[in-house]
């Protein structure tokens, strides 16, 4: 099973809006709502952003939101902070053989 | 507040076996599945599998079948993740964190180095 598809890396002004793809199969991301993304700051663990396409935990920030249309999936950072620059993941549910597989990662950069 | 405190660093020769081990707290352990995700040096993520606590079913990647082994202790709360047969390509930050489908709370991570 290969990794899913993200850019290497995004990047935008204070306040911008930038959105991150993240790009499967018809037998991962376009098969099921169970795609999530996670925040990785260097050297940190990784901190679940949105879950089940676009479901966003408690108290993380309304301005990450998730959407998925057919085999990709994305994330939107609107009003884009300083804070926000991190490396992002994207996962997805792969069927009972594979279950799960992440995305290449998504090193997001404010200008 | 749920916690998942990992063991510490390990240093292990080329063939040799690691078991890191993930404490739970704040929680009901046996209500979550535990996964486990690694992360080379200056790689992605990459899942490894997860387990059940309620009744000890496991799942791993199929480039890991038969080097690695998932278990839990529910009465102290802690899963454990051994890989056997280590390989320099195993050298990597090893997460615990609970869930399957959604992963929201992860472990502090363990640096396991493979080198001879």
């Known amino acids: 099973q290969s990794a899913l598809t993200q850019p290497a890396s995004v990047s935008g002004s204070p306040g911008q809006s930038i959105t991150i793809s993240c790009t499967g199969t018809?037998?991962?991301?376009?098969?099921?709502?169970?795609v999530s993304w996670y925040q990785q700051h260097p050297g940190k663990a990784p901190k679940l952003m949105i879950y089940e396409v676009s479901k966003r935990p408690s108290g993380v920030s309304n301005r990450f939101s998730g959407s998925k249309s057919g085999n990709t999936a994305s994330l939107t950072i609107s009003g884009l902070q300083a804070e926000d620059e991190a490396d992002y993941y994207c996962c997805s549910y792969a069927g009972s053989s594979t279950y799960y597989v992440f995305g290449t990662g998504t090193k997001v950069t404010v200008l | 507040q749920v916690q998942l405190v990992q063991s510490g660093a390990e240093v292990k020769k080329p063939g040799a076996s690691v078991k890191v081990s993930c404490k739970a707290s704040?929680?009901?352990?046996?209500?979550?599945?535990i996964s486990w995700v690694r992360q080379a040096p200056g790689q992605g993520l990459e899942w490894m599998g997860w387990i059940s606590a309620y009744n000890g079913n496991t799942n791993y990647a199929q480039k890991l079948q038969g080097r690695v082994t998932m278990t839990t202790d529910t009465s102290t709360s802690t899963a454990y993740m051994e890989l056997r047969s280590l390989r320099s390509d195993d050298t990597a930050v090893y997460y615990c964190a609970r869930g399957v489908a959604t992963i929201d709370y992860w472990g502090q991570g363990t640096l396991v180095t493979v080198s001879s």
């Open positions: 704040g929680y009901t352990f046996t209500s979550y599945g």
């Open positions: 018809s037998s991962d991301v376009g098969s099921y709502n169970l």
